[in-house]
């Protein structure tokens, strides 16, 4: 099968994005997918979408493009109101911003997912491709609400019907899996525990760092490659993966993050808005 590299959540950050390319290109993928929130946030949401477009194979809307397209007012916060609508300002004019909020409003939520062979691409989750996050919830719950969460996880992945399936929307390099399959996971002590989820019947596993998978040709799984642009694991790298189907093996690529935030801190947008997009990029959440 075709070997990818599968990118997310790039949010406007083309810092992290030129610096995740540079790495793919040495990776050599066949073919290369990009699932969905490639805009908002950040200070080059215009340049990344070209970029993205100019690039990858597979493009997803997630649910900031959806956002942009279809308004809900409702669906997101203060600040990230206020930072679409900046965003939007930069878009106009961009036959490729033109031609994907054409898509999202004719095909709904099927802009926000690809099947080809085994796989399937999704920004979300497979129930709700735009908006349901693919995490066991907050980890203060792992252990008191274990059986729950743990339910929760296995309603998540049977709903994926393809055998390997890939999301974003989380911002966190993740694989859930049965535990039956526990053995494709590392022993040493390079997980992430603050929010690896085990529980009976489900493993949402965390890597610290850069991790390679092995033995998942004939295993059903849900993995998340991680965000491009806004980390939230605790890690400011930027996070990507690649699957050649059998072997996934996550990324993280250090970038100027400085020039990033510096940047969004010179946008014409309130103080606090700036401030917390700009200062969350060194501290990866």
Same mark, same amino acid.
């Given at each position: 099968?075709? !070997?990818?590299?599968?990118?997310?959540?790039?949010?406007?950050?083309?810092?992290?994005?030129?610096?995740?390319?540079?790495?793919?290109?040495?990776?050599?993928?066949?073919?290369?997918?990009?699932?969905?929130?490639?805009?908002?946030?950040?200070?080059?949401?215009?340049?990344?979408?070209?970029?993205?477009?100019?690039?990858?194979?597979?493009?997803?809307? +997630?649910?900031?493009?959806?956002?942009?397209?279809?308004?809900?007012?409702?669906?997101?916060?203060?600040?990230?109101?206020?930072?679409?609508?900046?965003?939007?300002?930069?878009?106009?004019?961009?036959?490729?911003?033109?031609?994907?909020?054409?898509?999202?409003?004719?095909?709904?939520?099927?802009?926000?997912?690809?099947?080809?062979?085994?796989?399937?691409?999704?920004?979300?989750?497979?129930?709700?491709?735009?908006?349901?996050?693919?995490?066991?919830?907050?980890?203060?719950?792992?252990?008191?609400?274990?059986?729950?969460?743990?339910?929760?996880?296995?309603?998540?992945?049977?709903?994926?019907?393809?055998?390997?399936?890939?999301?974003?929307?989380?911002?966190?390099?993740?694989?859930?899996?049965? !535990?039956?399959?526990?053995?494709?996971?590392?022993?040493?002590?390079?997980?992430?525990?603050?929010?690896?989820?085990?529980?009976?019947?489900?493993?949402?596993?965390?890597?610290?760092?850069?991790?390679?998978?092995?033995?998942?040709?004939?295993?059903?799984?849900?993995?998340?490659? +991680?965000?491009?642009?806004?980390?939230?694991? +605790?890690?400011?790298?930027?996070?990507?993966?690649?699957?050649? +189907?059998?072997?996934?093996?996550?990324?993280?690529?250090?970038?100027?993050?400085?020039?990033?935030?510096?940047?969004?801190?010179?946008?014409?947008? !309130?103080?606090? %808005? %700036?401030?917390?997009?700009? !200062?969350?990029?060194?501290?990866?959440?």
């Amino acid at each position: 099968m075709a !070997s990818w590299a599968i990118l997310s959540d790039v949010h406007g950050n083309l810092e992290a994005l030129e610096a995740v390319l540079r790495r793919v290109e040495r990776a050599r993928p066949d073919r290369i997918a990009v699932l969905g929130d490639t805009i908002n946030y950040g200070p080059n949401p215009r340049e990344c979408l070209e970029l993205v477009a100019r690039t990858a194979d597979v493009i997803l809307a +997630g649910n900031h493009e959806k956002e942009a397209a279809v308004p809900e007012p409702d669906e997101l916060e203060s600040d990230g109101r206020e930072m679409l609508e900046w965003t939007l300002s930069q878009l106009q004019g961009s036959e490729t911003w033109a031609q994907l909020a054409r898509v999202i409003v004719e095909r709904g939520e099927a802009s926000a997912q690809h099947r080809e062979g085994t796989l399937h691409f999704v920004h979300a989750s497979a129930a709700k491709p735009f908006v349901q996050y693919v995490w066991p919830g907050h980890p203060h719950h792992h252990l008191h609400l274990n059986p729950q969460l743990d339910r929760y996880l296995v309603e998540i992945l049977e709903a994926f019907p393809h055998r390997h399936s890939f999301v974003g929307h989380t911002h966190t390099p993740a694989l859930l899996t049965a !535990s039956e399959n526990r053995e494709i996971f590392p022993i040493a002590h390079d997980w992430n525990r603050r929010l690896t989820f085990i529980g009976p019947e489900t493993i949402f596993y965390v890597p610290l760092g850069e991790r390679r998978l092995d033995g998942l040709e004939h295993l059903k799984f849900v993995a998340n490659p +991680g965000s491009v642009g806004q980390p939230r694991d +605790g890690n400011p790298a930027a996070s990507w993966a690649f699957f050649d +189907g059998d072997s996934l093996e996550f990324y993280r690529e250090p970038y100027d993050h400085q020039t990033t935030a510096e940047k969004i801190a010179r946008l014409p947008l !309130s103080a606090e %808005t %700036t401030r917390f997009f700009s !200062s969350r990029l060194a501290k990866g959440e």
